[in-house]
């Protein structure tokens, strides 16, 4: 199973939105809506940002939003702020019965 | 509140074995499937392996070729990989992970434990 597709890296100024792109195959993002999308801060342990695409759970910020068009799962930030620069990973359960996290994205606040 | 503690990392040989651990508290642990995911040193997560809240469904990872193997005791609380074959590539922070649902995402992370392979 090969890793999910992010960029490298995403920039953006406080204030802008920023929207990081995942892609997968039809075996995974394209084959159910499972997909999830985590924040990682240096030194830190993951937060769960958005579940099923694009459902986010209780405590996370509204500036954060999911979707999915095919085999691309997407991750936009609003409103981008400071605390905001961090890893980004997106993850998709797949038609093996497994998961398969993304490459990684890193945003930086500029 | 939800609490996952891994423990059992450390320094091994390469072909030895090691156990990992996570102690689970806060909600009812046989409710929630369990996952392991690992992060390389300055690189990304890699899924590992997840077990079902009954242990009746597991599933690991292609890359690991046999050599993990997870379980869980409901009665304490607590989740389990075993790791043998110890290679190089390895070594990782080993993080446990509540599933929110089945099979949904990881809403819940501990610390991480860190596995280092190394003659």
């Known amino acids: 199973q090969s890793a999910l597709t992010q960029a490298d890296s995403v920039s953006g100024s406080p204030g802008q939105s920023i929207t990081i792109s995942c892609t997968g195959t039809s075996s995974d993002i394209g084959s159910y809506n499972l997909v999830s999308w985590y924040q990682q801060h240096p030194g830190k342990a993951p937060k769960l940002l958005i579940s099923e695409g694009s459902r986010r759970p209780s405590g996370v910020s509204s500036r954060f939003s999911g979707s999915k068009s095919g085999n691309t799962a997407s991750l936009t930030i609003s409103g981008l702020q400071a605390e905001d620069e961090a890893d980004y990973y997106c993850?998709?359960?797949?038609?093996?019965?497994?998961?398969?996290f993304g490459t990684g994205t890193k945003v930086t606040v500029l | 509140q939800v609490q996952l503690v891994e423990s059992g990392g450390g320094l091994v040989k390469p072909g030895g074995s090691l156990r990992l651990s996570c102690a689970a508290s806060g909600f009812t642990f046989s409710d929630y499937y369990m996952g392991w995911i690992r992060q390389a040193p300055g690189k990304g997560l890699e899924w590992v392996s997840y077990?079902?809240?009954?242990?009746?469904?597991?599933y690991y990872a292609d890359s690991l070729k046999g050599r993990f193997t997870i379980s869980r005791d409901n009665a304490k609380n607590s989740l389990h990989l075993q790791m043998n074959s110890l290679r190089a590539e390895d070594t990782a922070l080993y993080y446990c992970?509540?599933?929110?649902?089945?099979?949904?995402?990881?809403?819940?992370w501990g610390q991480g434990t860190l596995v280092t392979v190394s003659s």
């Open positions: 992970a509540r599933d929110s649902g089945v099979v949904t995402a990881f809403d819940s």
């Open positions: 993850c998709a359960y797949s038609s093996s019965s497994t998961f398969v």
């Open positions: 077990i079902s809240g009954s242990g009746g469904t597991i």
